[in-house]
């Protein structure tokens, strides 16, 4: 994506519960007369590598330290914005402007959908196909953001979004989860786990419960979940002799169909049929977003869409960014 381009890089953070987010401008490789924008991330608890990161790429601009004066704020979104501001004035010499956290993530959001062709996309059976968004028929729309925690909002224009709910049972609950039962060490580790595992081992489905006849005459789908880790109640099995793969595939389907079903209960509520989803919980995983798409077009009989965006975990960072242009 090209951004006008600017003599000094533009910066902007989102310091979240679990991850921070930069992005930022740069000349376009090649020359070229625009500016693209890169995005990096790191973990919270290793802020110093973000640090490192920024005085590495002499992010923050040159009109700053040599005439001795402040360096120009930086736009930073996210509870951490508050929380660090002492270590970025103590560590880099810059001051953090801080925006709302919501507005920044819906700022991302709709410059996304109304400046990228292709940001958007759905993701079901297997395939990816883009949605073509414009401005007619983009609002209004629901975005669920799972980071740590969930945020649900209703956004009706630019700028014009209410957070109508959220659950703390989100990606930080997931990835918590996790580390203790499967002993993975990153999020990647966790999600290839995932791809190696059978949830049914531990999951409790609706065959399991009543029987494949039972099932067959009632017309019931013998593989729908009736319990997650419903399993492990009748077994003698202990937490070691399951499989993480399987732990880590049972986690992961139990979070992302809760989490699906929430997001499906508000858009009814509301009557909205078009669910976007971002946040880094979904981090391009092809199965998440596979099963939250099933999950949308199941409860909703078909009604609801399900859809992805591009660069998912950076919307309040982007968002951040565009608000150097107010
Ligand atoms: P926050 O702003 O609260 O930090 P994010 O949108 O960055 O939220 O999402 C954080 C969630 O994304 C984590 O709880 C986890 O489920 C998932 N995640 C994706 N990548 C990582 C990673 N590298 N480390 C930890 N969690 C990750």
């Known amino acids: 994506p090209r951004q006008p381009t600017a003599a000094v890089p533009l910066v902007a953070l989102d310091l979240g519960g679990t991850l921070i987010k930069l992005v930022y401008t740069a000349s376009c490789e090649g020359g070229g007369d625009g500016a ?9 608890r290793r802020l110093h590598e973000c640090f490192d ?21 930086l736009k930073a979104s996210g509870g951490g914005a508050y929380k660090f501001a002492d270590d970025f004035r ?4 810059v001051c953090l402007d801080k925006l709302d956290e919501m507005d920044s993530v819906v700022s991302g959001a709709n410059f ?3 400046n990228i062709p292709g940001a958007a996309f759905t993701h079901m059976n297997g395939q990816r196909n883009p949605v073509d968004v414009s401005l007619n028929n983009l609002f209004p729309y ?6 740590s925690g969930v945020s649900i909002l209703k956004v009706t224009g630019n700028r014009k979004f209410e957070r109508v709910t959220g659950t703390h049972i989100g990606g930080g609950t997931m990835f918590g989860l996790a580390k203790l039962l499967t002993g993975c060490k990153s999020y990647d580790e966790f999600l290839q786990l995932s791809q190696k595992g059978d ?3 531990l999951d409790l489905i609706v065959k399991d419960i009543c029987g494949e006849l039972v099932c067959q005459k009632q017309g019931l789908a013998t593989s729908t979940l009736a319990s997650s880790f419903g399993k492990v109640i009748t077994s003698k099995k202990r937490l070691t002799d399951y499989k993480p793969e399987d732990l880590a595939s049972t986690l992961l389907s ?22 976007f989803f971002g946040g880094s919980y979904i981090r391009g995983h092809k199965s998440t977003m596979e099963n939250i798409s099933f999950a949308i077009d199941f409860w909703s009989q078909s009604q609801m ?14 968002g951040a960014l565009m608000s150097y242009g107010d």
């Not at 629901?142 to 980071?147: A, E, H, W």
């Open 36 to 44: 693209e924008l890169r995005f990096a991330k790191f973990e919270r």
């Open 53 to 73: 990161f920024i005085r590495a790429k002499g992010l923050l601009g040159c009109n700053g330290t040599r005439s001795g004066k402040e360096n120009v704020p």
């Open 90 to 93: 103590e560590k880099l010499g």
């Open 112 to 114: 996304l959908l109304q």
């Open 142 to 147: 629901l975005l669920v953001n799972i980071g």
């Open 199 to 201: 949830n049914f081992v």
């Open 254 to 275: 139990a979070f992302t169909y809760n989490i699906a079903q929430i997001a499906f209960l508000v858009a009814s509520l509301l009557g909205l049929r078009r669910v």
């Open 305 to 318: 869409q399900a859809v992805f965006l591009r660069h998912e975990g950076y919307l309040g960072a982007l």
